[in-house]
């Protein structure tokens, strides 16, 4: 719980100091330093926060600051004001103590003027006094700052610093888009934390959700083997098809390109806007000159012939490529039954007898012996959407080579449509997979069933997920970061005289293959874990205890029944 509410501090901080960067680049005086400004620009908000509700002063200032009557008492670097008649250590100081009663004493300062500058703690310019040794273009004071003795100031309620000598970013366009990033960040900022803030329960239920998975996941370990065991099997899967592949690829037909020959190069490759007479279709061949077997073409010799391409495609190696599709798929659906089926089987067995049973072998055993069309089914939908988004990628090919551009983006188009359309299937087909690890139903009717239960609770669904994919971040961070270190360290260990630069980039990408492995097993294993809270849920079994089955962190979120043994 702890990492989860850390990681979304983490994002509002990230969100509120990326604004501020932004506001403080946009407004960085030539020859300032980024921090000073942030420092300054920081001094004035706080300030005109603080006054906000306090005397209100006429903060006008006119010219150098002569005539400014303003409530200031802080100078930029957010120093403290001493009053002007004060008792200081700086000689500075006691010499315009002494020039303001002088200058009062013989009427040239009018004493309200001399009552004004001497008797109060607040920014003033008074180098319009003859006698005054200073030439400041501001308001400044004295501060109570022992390493610094004065110091400029702004008026109250002006936060941005005023720039005499031009910004650090010359164009005017550029300082307005980072303000408008700033506000925008900040924006995202306010809006997040309100919606923190409407979610906290719902996050609260992510977190007791994720609790749940990590026990099933601490007493099934075997679980974690399930990608692995896929991998394997997939790697050699693909190997066996690519050589069966290969053989379909290299099949190219005698009458694959124009065996005639061409006058002129442009004639036969093409050009930008007109495709060529060996590159018109795709896969498309190359271009060569036969400068031993010319053809003589109205007078003229035409010695540019077409090689044909290296590969080709048919309708042998599309079915080939949709069977591969296919398998590919299934092997994901298995391996997410698997997962689901153990899961939700743990979950509603007594908390006595949790970690226990045999749960993976009992989900293996469902999966083949009652469930395999039903994720057959599944995949070959999947399967469907990704041929035709590949078709789309072929006919786009196509395009490319007849030099239909308008045809090309169209295609672009459709196969980003299509895209977010599979994406949509397979969290579906992921649903429903659970579903019938809950309930022994077929696909269709697990498919409506997980759309229905998504719409009917789609904010603790969003929660999950958010909260989900946040835990998933950090446990590939400190799985692929603990590898490298540890790597790092067992190599230098061992080999000392040599670099471990290769080797620990080594390390860190096993890492991060074998975090990504486990936090997809855990990502489903909380998405199997509120399908059945939300089951206990709607039909009312919240048995808890030792002879009941809803585990300890998810006992306050259900109105419970006695509890059973006791």
């Not at 994720?210 to 990608?227: D, E, G, H, Y």
């Not at 690829?249 to 442009?266: C, E, I």
């Not at 061949?285 to 003229?300: A, M, P």
Request: glycine content about 8%; overall charge positive; proline content about 3%.
């Amino acid at each position: 719980g702890l990492c989860v509410w850390l990681s979304i501090f983490v994002v509002l901080v990230l969100l509120a100091v990326g604004g501020a960067a932004c506001y403080v680049q946009a407004s960085q005086c030539a020859g300032a330093g980024l921090l000073d400004t942030g420092k300054q620009i920081g001094a004035g908000a706080l300030i005109a926060t603080s006054s906000a509700f306090s005397d209100k002063c006429d903060e006008k200032l006119e010219g150098e600051g002569h005539g400014y009557k303003g409530c200031q008492k802080y100078t930029k670097g957010l120093n403290k004001c001493i009053k002007w008649g004060e008792a200081s250590s700086s000689a500075l100081m006691k010499d315009y103590s002494q020039l303001f009663r002088s200058v009062t004493a013989s009427g040239i300062v009018p004493a309200a003027v001399y009552n004004d500058r001497l008797n109060n703690d607040y920014c003033r310019n008074p180098c319009d006094i003859a006698g005054a040794n200073c030439n400041a273009k501001g308001i400044w004071c004295f501060t109570r700052n022992s390493d610094q003795a004065w110091e400029e100031c702004q008026p109250v309620g002006v936060v941005k610093p005023t720039c005499s000598n031009g910004y650090a970013i010359k164009s005017s366009e550029m300082r307005t888009l980072l303000e408008v990033c700033a506000f925008l960040l900040w924006a995202l900022a306010v809006l997040y934390l309100i919606g923190v803030i409407c979610m906290t329960n719902r996050i609260r239920l992510a977190i007791a959700v994720s609790k749940v998975a990590t026990i099933f996941m601490r007493q099934n370990t075997m679980i974690v083997l399930t990608p692995a065991v896929q991998s394997l099997i997939s790697c050699l899967w693909c190997l066996l098809w690519a050589l069966s592949a290969s053989f379909l690829l290299s099949q190219v037909p005698d009458d694959a390109v124009d065996k005639g020959a061409f006058l002129t190069y442009a004639e036969a490759y093409g050009t930008d806007t007109t495709p060529g007479k060996c590159t018109n279709s795709w896969p498309s061949g190359s271009v060569w000159k036969d400068e031993t077997n010319c053809e003589q073409i109205n007078g003229t010799y035409a010695c540019w012939r077409c090689a044909p391409p290296r590969y080709t495609f048919d309708w042998r190696f599309a079915v080939s490529f949709f069977v591969f599709l296919w398998n590919n798929a299934l092997m994901i659906a298995i391996g997410q039954f698997v997962v689901a089926a153990a899961c939700s089987c743990w979950f509603f067995t007594q908390n006595s007898q949790k970690g226990s049973t045999g749960v993976i072998r009992k989900a293996i055993h469902w999966t083949w012996r009652y469930h395999l069309g039903s994720l057959a089914f599944g995949s070959f939908i999947i399967a469907v959407v990704q041929m035709i988004r590949y078709v789309l990628y072929y006919y786009e090919q196509q395009a490319k080579a007849q030099k239909n551009r308008v045809m090309v983006i169209i295609l672009k188009i459709c196969q980003c449509l299509l895209w977010c359309f599979e994406k949509c299937i397979k969290f579906l087909n992921e649903n429903a997979y659970i579903q019938i690890a809950l309930h022994g139903s077929n696909f269709c009717i697990s498919a409506k069933n997980a759309f229905y239960l998504i719409l009917r609770n789609a904010v603790r669904f969003g929660a999950i997920s958010l909260v989900g994919k946040g835990i998933r971040v950090i446990g590939i961070l400190c799985i692929t970061a603990g590898t490298g270190v540890i790597g790092y360290f067992v190599f230098t260990a061992m080999y000392a005289d040599m670099t471990p630069t290769v080797p620990v980039i080594i390390y860190i990408f096993v890492g991060y293959m074998v975090g990504k492995l486990f936090v997809n097993v855990y990502g489903l294993a909380m998405d199997t874990v509120l399908q059945c809270f939300l089951a206990c849920e709607e039909m009312g079994k919240t048995e808890a205890g030792e002879n009941g089955y809803v585990p300890s962190p998810l006992r306050g979120w259900l109105k419970e029944k006695p509890e059973l043994g006791e």
